[in-house]
């Protein structure tokens, strides 16, 4: 759950910085998906990394924001393929954003001799695509890894609780099983 909110928080701030980026217009969307332009022509946009004609401001702007893709999914995901998997539902989720942003304006799309050819380029697009936010998705996931290590309190070498009747237990119990004592305060 945590790998399928990140992707969809950081395809979500994703899009709204690549609208922003380009400077695109709103698509002409029928109700109500008008209300989430940016965020289906955003995808859509996205979804064009690999298409678009390479010059190198555009170039920066695509990789810069897939690596702020990266950076917004590293913290929810624990470093190794914890991250991988999440860039795999950026993908997908992403693949989904902007195969609704198609539908919505080729309406024809499904009707169409080659969509099942063409869902699945705009799938395994998106999945390649996705790869692209990992070289900081990893790092970001490994620091975040480190701060909550050393936030963590040192595991204790001895566990032993002794009761004022003499018990002694080999735990921290909240009473004391011979003679019902409460032995530690139930606000810790």
């Not at 859509?44 to 990266?70: D, E, H, M, R």
């Not at 999945?127 to 909550?148: E, H, K, N, Q, W």
């Not at 963590?152 to 735990?171: M, R, Y």
């Not at 003679?179 to 139930?186: M, V």
Request: charged share 10%.
């Amino acid at each position: 759950m945590r790998n399928f909110l990140s992707g969809l928080v950081a395809i979500i701030i994703g899009s709204f910085a690549i609208v922003l980026l380009l400077g695109l217009e709103q698509p002409p969307y029928p109700e109500p998906f008008n209300l989430i332009w940016f965020l289906l022509a955003g995808s859509s946009a996205l979804q064009s990394t690999l298409f678009n004609p390479l010059t190198a401001v555009l170039v920066t702007q695509y990789i810069a924001i897939w690596f702020l893709i990266g950076v917004i999914i590293g913290p929810f995901s624990k470093a190794g393929w914890n991250t991988v998997r999440s860039a795999l539902w950026v993908g997908l989720i992403h693949a989904i954003f902007a195969l609704g942003s198609l539908l919505l304006l080729d309406s024809a799309f499904w009707g169409s001799a080659s969509r099942n050819f063409d869902l699945l380029s705009q799938f395994v697009t998106s999945l390649i695509l996705s790869v692209l936010a990992l070289p900081t998705a990893i790092p970001t996931a490994m620091l975040f890894d480190r701060i909550g290590q050393q936030s963590e309190l040192p595991i204790p070498t001895k566990i032993e609780t002794v009761c004022e009747c003499g018990a002694v237990f080999k735990s921290n119990p909240l009473l004391c099983s011979e003679c019902g004592r409460a032995l530690k305060s139930s606000e810790n």
